[in-house]
């Protein structure tokens, strides 16, 4: 229920959302009161105090950056600063404005990034385009590389930044960052790799905090995805508990050693037995708390006193021995019989996104872990190739990225060796339909079937097309147009939410209960949040062409969305100065640690050299 505070309206000055920040339009904000202003206008208000407010940020920064490079000077009115900054002077922007050292010396480190290491960046938020939060991640992620490549990146992404949500920012500069110098980024996540390391740590409030850094990603999300579909079992089992408190209840048990050798059905009813115990423990004391407090307590009784013990006799001195003669060698005896070691259980199965060239070491493009992001080729290739036994989705796509035709195949490449295999999981390919047409007239040793088989389906593409409206009236898509859904939109279709669509629920733009039919064109993936807001009322939504969204909102606003590119076209790599290999057996070892080291094995040898590591295929 809405409470409704009707108030005399007041105009908004024409061309208020087109107006540049500065002066002029401060003064007209100041002006506005914005309590009076009509619901369908006052956005335009809001956009505007935002541009302002990034203008005068980027103002703050420079007066940071200036503040910081003053020199002590005899006299008033000398204007004198270093060509670097001046410690001294840093303390000073602490006590000037009342912050600590540390936020003091933090803060200037930003504005010196913006201001003098990312000067496009800074004139981006000195205009509005931007706000804070998408310069600090323009900072963050463009700190360890050099000039050259920074200035290519924001030349690339700054023009997109204004229409991109910070998660969406952080996205793309991190696939841009994974192609911008592959030689360079193999070493840093082979050392990554090698300093992997278990870290803990209490929290404010008494918890504690457990996990472990520098893992490979598909190690990860192999971990993370059997967590979580134990606890989604476990719940669907009859637990109580929310998912997200099943889920970190089942990661200690399975770190502690209490589930250990259980099965995963077992480990359920483990689960639900310890949950039970806990409720009834809980009752139990419940009930206890409620007879004190509600009933007369009997008088105590006297503690019956306990029953003599046989005294127990000393025990003897031991008697002098004689002296021993030397033993004989004892005689060599067969070697014991070696012990059985237990089978290694397969890994969890991943979703694992990668393109066809990279797969084949065409190109160094990072592929991609749903809900996890992009990720180094090299862990791509190798969780593909543990995977041969999954299921292969393609994707062939246009020019722009965007998808074309989405279809499973049954073919896989010939492996050159022998690699463990995941339990499962999915490989999405991700083909060009250039480099389809021109892999099909000299196909890659090993990947023939599959080059031809994506060939042939593409040449039926408009019949298999067709065939995903088949059932128009079934309340929900069949799997292969399900799966067609997931691939085009990549994400939730609500502006800015990245869920991934594997994650989410397919809708029907029209609702199927008002006759909207079960078709490519009115199906899209929506997270629960926004599909309640949808089924609400509260936000409408139409889709006047397949995979393009058009969000009204309830202040009458309109927004446009579209899936990201499936194969986004990215520029040639920028490689950087030549990075020194501190391999782990050179490196001084470090003063002290951080963070606590559970490990009990040395890190193992690194990797070879990436000539002598193909593609495993």
């Keep these: 229920m809405y409470v409704r505070f009707m108030t005399e309206a007041v105009a908004v000055p024409r061309g208020l959302a087109d107006l540049a920040p500065g002066p002029e339009l401060g003064v007209l904000l100041g002006g506005i009161d914005v309590s009076r202003v009509p619901n369908d206008t006052v956005v335009e208000v809001l956009q505007a105090e935002s541009r302002q407010l990034a203008h005068q940020q980027a103002r703050l920064f420079a007066a940071i950056v200036e ?73 963050e992620y463009l700190r360890e590389v050099t000039v050259h490549q920074a200035t290519r990146v924001c030349a690339e992404l700054l023009p997109l930044a204004p229409g991109l949500t910070t998660g969406q920012l952080t996205d793309r500069l991190r696939r841009r960052l994974l192609s911008l110098d592959p030689d360079a980024l193999r070493k840093r996540y082979q050392k990554a790799v090698r300093d992997r390391t278990v870290y803990g740590y209490l929290a404010p409030d008494g918890t504690a905090t457990f996990g472990a850094s520098g893992l490979t990603p598909d190690e990860a999300a192999a971990s993370s995805d059997r967590v979580h579909a134990l606890a989604r079992t476990i719940r669907r089992a009859g637990h109580p508990d929310p998912v997200s408190r099943i889920r970190a209840d089942l990661f200690v048990a399975l770190l502690d050693g209490s589930l250990q050798q259980l099965t995963n059905a077992q480990i359920v009813l483990a689960m639900l037995a310890r949950r039970a115990a806990q409720q009834a423990t809980a009752q139990e004391a419940a009930t206890d708390d409620g007879a004190e407090s509600d009933q007369p307590q009997p008088e105590p009784q006297p503690e019956p006193e306990p029953e003599p013990q046989p005294e127990t006799e000393p025990e003897p001195e031991p008697e002098p021995q004689p002296e021993l003669e030397p033993e004989p060698e004892p005689e060599p005896v067969a070697d014991p019989a070696p012990v059985a070691v237990p089978v290694e259980q397969p890994r969890t199965g991943i979703e694992v996104r990668v393109r066809l060239s990279t797969l084949l070491g ?11 992001g992009a990720i180094p080729p090299d862990p791509a290739r190798e969780t593909v190739a543990r995977q041969l036994g999954g ?172 899936g990201e590119p499936i194969t986004p076209p990215l520029p040639d790599p920028v490689p950087g100065d030549p990075e020194p290999d501190n391999d782990a057996s050179t490196a001084p070892p470090p003063e002290f640690d951080h963070q606590p080291d559970f490990r009990r094995s040395p890190p193992p040898s690194p990797r070879p050299p990436p000539d002598d590591d193909p593609p495993p295929f």
């Design 362 to 372: 065409l190109d160094e493009h990072p592929g991609e872990i749903p809900g996890w």
């Design 67 to 139: 503040v910081g490079r003053c020199t002590p000077a005899d006299g008033a009115g000398v204007v004198a600063r270093s060509a670097e900054p001046v410690l001294e002077s840093i303390h000073e922007i602490g006590t000037a404005l009342r912050v600590t050292a540390n936020a003091a010396f933090a803060e200037h480190e930003l504005a010196e990034q913006l201001c003098e290491r990312l000067p496009a960046v800074w004139a981006a938020l000195f205009a509005g385009r931007i706000d804070r939060s998408k310069a600090r991640v323009f900072v």
């Design 391 to 562: 299921q292969w989705r393609f994707a062939i796509t246009d020019t722009e990225g965007y998808l074309l035709l989405a279809g499973l195949t049954r073919h896989r490449p010939t492996p050159t060796g022998t690699v463990p295999q995941n339990e499962g999981g999915t490989v999405e390919l991700q083909v060009p339909l250039e480099l389809l047409r021109r892999l099909a007239a000299d196909p890659p040793a090993g990947w023939e079937q599959v080059i031809t088989d994506l060939l042939a389906q593409y040449g039926h593409r408009d019949q298999l097309l067709a065939a995903l409206g088949d059932h128009p009236e079934a309340r929900f898509p069949p799997a292969a147009l399900r799966r067609h859904i997931e691939v085009r939109d990549r994400t939730c279709v609500f502006p800015g939410c990245r869920r991934p669509a594997r994650n989410t629920q397919q809708d029907h733009t029209v609702d199927h209960q008002h006759g909207g039919p079960t078709v490519e064109t009115n199906l899209g993936p929506l997270c629960v949040r926004h599909h309640s807001l949808k089924t609400r009322g509260c936000w409408c939504l139409d889709q006047p062409a397949p995979g393009h969204f058009r969000w009204r909102s309830p202040l009458g606003r309109t927004y446009h969305t579209r």
